[in-house]
């Protein structure tokens, strides 16, 4: 993934990086944009935790579609809950609750999110954004999230599962 944000912040943003190690063995890559933040207030985009999506985005489901796979491509999962009866369950992670982002996707995706808090250990925590894949979005998310997601063995799960549900 960094490597392809490398390749798209040359490409649309001008700006170069380098792919480093941090002190606790995570990989980074650091880009200026000082220059480009009159660019990005103009285009409502806020540098938030966590970041809330531009009314702009949300008013074309081609863009959301795309901001929804760059979430899951980063900080997403997508799981398959249940043997016999499967669900499609898409989580996103993040510093702090997403209720902005979950009340977009409840009215774009028609469907349940729910947003909860998560620990580990004792000083660990982060908030999860959760939703199924359904009947209701099969079509949205084949449409306008798949083509967008660049981590290949993401939306291969979300195909086949929606594949598996419409050749039922």
């Not at 899951?72 to 999962?77: A, R, S, T, V």
Request: charged residues 30%; aromatic residues 14%.
């Amino acid at each position: 993934m960094l490597k392809r944000f490398i390749e798209i912040s040359k490409k649309y943003l001008n700006r170069e990086s380098a792919i480093f190690k941090d002190e606790i063995a995570v990989w980074e890559c650091h880009i200026g944009v000082k220059k480009l933040l009159n660019l990005f207030k103009s285009l409502d985009i806020k540098f938030s935790d966590p970041p809330i999506p531009p009314y702009w985005l949300i008013k074309n489901s081609n863009l959301f579609g795309a901001y929804l796979a760059g979430l899951i491509d980063g900080d997403g999962d997508v799981r398959i809950k249940r043997q016999k009866y499967p669900q499609c369950v898409i989580r996103i992670s993040s510093h702090k609750p997403q209720f902005e982002l979950a009340e977009e996707i409840r009215k774009i995706l028609k469907c349940k999110v729910s947003v909860s808090k998560r620990t580990k250990f004792i000083r660990k925590k982060w908030y999860t954004l959760e939703f199924y894949v359904s009947k209701k979005n099969y079509s949205f998310v084949q449409r306008f999230v798949i083509p967008f997601i660049e981590l290949f063995y993401k939306a291969d799960k979300l195909l086949n599962f929606i594949n598996s549900k419409k050749n039922k």
